[in-house]
């Protein structure tokens, strides 16, 4: 599976952004898509991830009511939508596929397969 993170940018607190992941290979494999950030000197985090059958969905309490995770089926592509941008969502924002079935997938150990990274800076 290949993982291709796009949509990062610079904008200002309040504003808006949508990133993208087009997956390509066996994307048929996929349980589910998730994205994660880091930011400077700290832990990679989860952010959001959506299962592929089924299209339930789980946030991170930080971005719970800002953001929406979806996916297009028929593009293999998941999105991210992140409204009401604040300072602190400032990171490099990474997509990844999990392929095995797992009761959650909140850790980046969950996934198998990693995007780049795209970075996300949110002036205040």
């Known amino acids: 599976v290949q993982l291709q993170a796009s949509g990062g940018g610079l904008v200002q607190a309040g504003g808006s952004l949508r990133l993208a992941c087009a997956a390509s290979?066996?994307?048929?494999?996929?349980?589910?898509v998730g994205w994660f950030r880091q930011a400077p000197e700290k832990e990679r985090e989860f952010v959001a991830t959506?299962?592929?059958?089924?299209?339930?969905?789980y946030y991170a309490d930080s971005v719970k009511g800002r953001f929406t995770i979806s996916r297009d089926n028929a593009k293999n592509t998941v999105y991210l939508q992140m409204n009401s941008l604040k300072p602190e969502d400032t990171a490099v924002y990474y997509c990844?596929?999990?392929?095995?079935?797992?009761?959650?997938?909140?850790?980046?150990?969950?996934?198998?397969?990693w995007g780049q990274g795209t970075q996300v800076t949110v002036s205040s």
């Open positions: 959506i299962r592929w059958s089924g299209g339930s969905t």
């Open positions: 990844a596929a999990a392929i095995y079935y797992r009761a959650t997938y909140q850790k980046a150990r969950d996934y198998d397969y």
């Open positions: 290979g066996r994307t048929f494999s996929n349980y589910a």
